[in-house]
């Protein structure tokens, strides 16, 4: 089923072939995979997150959703007895209401234990939080690489190679069928990996291909604890964004409730389809303003389908239970 070159199907492709096929030329670790995460300054389409299954199993308790970064600097730093949380935990860098306030957000999830003790509020924790990341890789999605996609890619991802907050930076594009792929002529940095992907025939493990390895990266500059402190922090707010949100979190920002919108296989992935336009639709199109957004019949749903819901609800139940069964690797 042809797909055309759309941008946002193309990157839920890629991130459905790193689901079923990472790495490309080797043993499968045990790895998770979002997109469009990042930072202020940078932000990448697709992000594969190694891991640690049994640092990863260790991680649970602290629940399925993600962590931010207030209330990770709690659970990493909660100690073993109860402790006055201005004792128990380092200096934010920010006023300690947010601390506070932060504090009661994790007791009510059930991440950190406190009391009151006179006018003190303590914290002890439930459970060591594990150094659960082994690697973070960054991948960008390009279909059509031409010189002035390149021109424009080259500049990011000198930054990533410069900074090195990811261990590895791709860039993956459709094949061409050329003799050199045209990616390989382009002014990329030679630091960045290059994957070649055909997608025309539906997405399995064998859908893509290696054309340039990445080199693995460091960071340069300052040695200072502090900084590689603040590096190593940053990394596990990305892969807490990558544990839970996932890659197929697109039905937030599209109308599965629409009686037009389907999901239709592609090999080994489910794509979203609009029925009324015949093709794969983009998540800046498909809603509410859409010309052909219909709303589901209320029949639709008492003809068969869950009373909470009717096809709507079942597309994102769909996809919510494909990505705690993929996304949660290491879970028995």
Known sequence: MPTGRSEFIYELQVCRWAELAWPPDGETPAHLVARQLGTKRRRWDTVVVEVDPDKLAARQPFGDRELDSDLLHIVR???TDWAFYRDALPHPGYPWRYVREAIHRADDRGIVHTRRNGNRIEIKRIA???DWVDRLIAVENKPDLDASAARQLADQLQHDVDTALADEVWVATAKTGQRVE???LESLPVEAGILTTEFDGGV???AAAVEWYPTRLSATGSDDSNSNADQHSRRLELAERAYGRGWRNYDRTMRPDCRFFELRGNGRALLPW???KECH???TVCGSSCGEFQPEPPAWRTRGWPIEGGPGKGIKGLLADRAERE??????
Not at 327 to 332: A, D, F, K, L, Q
């Open 77 to 79: 730093h909660a100690p």
């Open 128 to 130: 060591p939080y594990p």
């Open 182 to 184: 045209p990616a390989l």
């Open 204 to 206: 399995d493990a064998e």
């Open 274 to 276: 609009c029925a009324a």
């Open 281 to 283: 639709q983009s998540s």
């Open 327 to 332: 996304n949660r690797p290491g879970r028995n």
